[in-house]
């Protein structure tokens, strides 16, 4: 049995978040850094754990990882309603633990039984495997690039 627990975000956790991001940003490798003002960073995350989906991954009182999406109406159809991811991190020294498994696993649970359609994203240089979310219903839909104009 694992120790690992899920749950919901909360205000104190945001500076480790906002520690977290900033690993998120340099793990992109982008010339655009995804994390560029702290005070936006901030907001920004406490937008995501109220009003829309924000999970911890924790052992005890210690922080593994999280997952977050923008759950809404679809902008051309209301009636649809989404999630959609916007990050999924585990840091690197707790990515030998089930915490990021179950980050995804509570993430498309929470989206299954809330939304219509439930989407997520693998950066190209994860270490996830595309057949861990085919085993979990995802297929592929939608395949992204970037040009970068710097």
Not at 46 to 56: K, N, T
Not at 57 to 76: I, K
Not at 77 to 101: D, F, Q, T, Y
Not at 106 to 113: L, N, S
Request: glycine share 6%; aromatic share 12%.
């Amino acid at each position: 049995m694992s120790d690992v627990a899920i749950r919901e975000a909360r205000p104190e956790d945001v500076d480790w978040l906002i520690e977290q991001t900033k690993a998120f940003s340099d793990f992109n490798g982008t010339a655009y850094p995804l994390f560029d003002d702290e005070a936006h960073a901030r907001a920004s995350l406490l937008g995501l754990m109220s009003q829309h989906f924000m999970r911890l991954a924790v052992r005890g009182d210690e922080r593994l990882g999280f997952v977050a999406g923008y759950h809404m109406p679809h902008p051309f159809n209301p009636k649809l309603v989404i999630l959609c991811e916007v990050m999924w991190w585990v840091a690197p020294e707790h990515r030998n633990s089930r915490a990021g498994l179950m980050l995804l696993n509570a993430y498309t649970e929470w989206g299954k039984a809330h939304a219509n359609w439930v989407t997520f994203c693998l950066q190209s240089n994860s270490p996830v495997k595309e057949e861990t979310l085919l085993k979990r219903g995802y297929h592929r839909h939608e395949t992204s690039y970037l040009i970068e104009v710097v």
